[in-house]
Nanobody, 116 residues
């Protein structure tokens, strides 16, 4: 599986950014796609995941501000990030796996920097 993320950048607090991740490879490996993030000096953490059928799962702290959705025809997953805060700064990684028990495949990170 190959995952190509894009859409990061510098944004002011309160602004919005949409990340995209285009996937290629075995469709079975793309059943669950998601986004994780890693801030400097911190561990990588789940942002959100979404199944092929549209069932999503968010980190509790991000519900209501971030929205994950996917286009199965394009094998692409998106992350709409709204009302951004400086603490949202970090590298955002796209992920894909066969099911919730499988290990993730990772894309390269895309940096999001939120200025105050």
């Amino acid at each position: 599986v190959q995952l190509q993320a894009s859409g990061g950048g510098l944004v002011q607090a309160g602004g919005s950014v949409r990340l995209s991740c285009a996937a290629s490879g075995s469709l079975l490996s793309l059943n669950v796609m998601g986004w994780y993030r890693q801030a400097p000096g911190k561990q990588r953490e789940l942002v959100a995941e979404i199944s092929r059928g549209g069932t999503n799962n968010y980190a509790d702290s991000l519900k209501g501000r971030f929205i994950i959705f996917r286009d199965n025809a394009k094998n692409t997953v998106y992350l709409q990030m709204n009302s951004l805060k400086p603490e949202d700064t970090g590298a955002y990684y796209c992920s894909a796996r066969r099911n919730y028990m499988s290990e993730n495949s990772w894309g390269q990170g895309t940096q999001v920097t939120v200025s105050s």
